[in-house]
């Protein structure tokens, strides 16, 4: 089985070498990766990492995205 990492992480992190993260909440960048994982066959799930950023303030919003995609 191949299940693909998320830099969790990174969501609300300022970069100038990724500034999808910022942008609202990082949910259209979180958004492409898992769309991009659903449409590989050989994919069978998507990991993220850390699981200590599902509590920070700056991750809420793509929180609240991930429970409403996978259910809470």
Known sequence: ????GIAFYKVGEPSKIEPD???NG???ELKKQLDLNDAVPEI???ILFREDYLNKP???QAV???QSRWGS
């Open 26 to 28: 990082g949910v259209p």
């Open 64 to 66: 609240s995205y991930l």
């Open 44 to 46: 069978s799930g998507t």
């Open 58 to 60: 700056q991750t809420q």
């Open 21 to 23: 993260w910022m942008i």
């Open 1 to 4: 089985r191949l299940y693909i």
